[in-house]
């Protein structure tokens, strides 16, 4: 089995729970002075823009989680590449990270990443299973401003953010037992929907610093991102985000972390008691 992205969040958490596990990993990385150093796993470096690397990291692997990748400009081509590279080395089953309504028309543009790079591993005829991840929990404190105010063209929108243990706990259900799971597309979300009122309510009373949330247009939107600086193509995917939530696609629960990984998902209250220092920023504010 090999497992990319353990030097981040979410591989870093089914790395670790597979290796708690006593199973033998591969973990292939960019960066093999970063990988987590985990009983029962090699390293391999490869990029998944490189093809070659990717390959010969693949060599002999039957099943692959495919972690999708930071954001950049040709993060497609960059998933494709790898895809394409599990292929040729004859992986057997891939579980790919995707986004929760993953579609060619999503609202929020890295959705349609997501669904390019499902497209192209149903093309391989090698199995699959998709983890289409609603918007993380783990990503919300960062959403407060240095004002204590959530910013974005959300409106009222609802979504059922979801925790990135939870993932991780569905992945390595999934990674033990790939057959069992061929061909299956799970919407992972939280227990429940919030707006981003209820987000920045839940923030405030768990802090004890008071955050709001403030809805925008889509003008007012972009110009507030105008002055970072940032490509006009990851401005888009900040403020398509939110624009997602505003249209209803994230609006939704499903049973899934629960069926696949055997217990419910955490809500948002639950997991950010679980993990207070994630609010010492808010904390901190002054
Ligand atoms: N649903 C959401 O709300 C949400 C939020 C944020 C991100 N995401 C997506 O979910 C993914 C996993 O989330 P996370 O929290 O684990 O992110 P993370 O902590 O940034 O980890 C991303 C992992 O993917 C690896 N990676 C990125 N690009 C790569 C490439 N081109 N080739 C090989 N490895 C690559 C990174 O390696 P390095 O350490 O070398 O960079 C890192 O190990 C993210 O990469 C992003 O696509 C979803």
């Given at each position: ?28 990385v960019?960066?093999p002075a970063?990988a ?7 390293v391999?470096a ?241």
């Amino acid at each position: 089995m090999a497992v990319t992205g353990s030097t981040g969040g979410l591989g870093g958490r089914i790395a670790r729970r597979l290796a708690e596990r006593g199973v033998p990993q591969r973990l292939v990385v960019r960066d093999p002075a970063r990988a987590p150093e985990l009983p029962g796993a090699t390293v391999v470096a490869a990029d998944y823009g490189d093809g070659e690397a990717m390959r010969a990291a693949l060599a002999g692997v039957g099943t692959l989680l495919l972690v999708s990748a930071s954001e950049t400009e040709d993060r497609v081509a960059r998933h494709l590449s790898a895809v394409e590279a599990a292929a040729a080395a004859g992986v057997e089953h891939v579980v790919y990270v995707s986004f929760y309504g993953a579609a060619p028309d999503a609202t929020f543009t890295l959705a349609r990443h997501h669904w390019r790079t499902e497209e192209a591993v149903r093309a391989t005829g090698a199995g699959f299973t998709f983890l289409r991840d609603s918007l993380y929990q783990d990503v919300l404190p960062y959403f407060v401003g240095p004002d204590g105010v959530i910013r974005g063209p959300a409106g009222d929108g609802r979504c059922g953010f979801v925790a990135r243990d939870d993932i991780a706990d569905v992945a390595v259900a999934v990674l033990l037992e790939p057959a069992a799971h061929n061909g299956r597309t799970y919407s992972l979300t939280g227990p429940e929907t919030l707006t981003f009122h209820e987000v920045a309510t839940e923030l405030g009373a768990q802090s004890g610093h008071p955050v709001t949330y403030q809805a925008e247009t889509l003008a007012e939107a972009y110009a507030s991102r105008a002055s970072y600086g940032a490509p006009d193509w990851m401005v888009e995917g900040w403020v398509t985000s939110y624009a997602a939530v505003a249209t209803g696609e994230l609006d939704g629960t499903t049973d899934d972390v629960a069926r696949v990984a055997g217990r419910a998902p955490q809500s948002f209250a639950e997991y950010l008691r679980r993990n207070p220092a994630e609010l010492n920023r808010i904390r901190a504010l002054t």
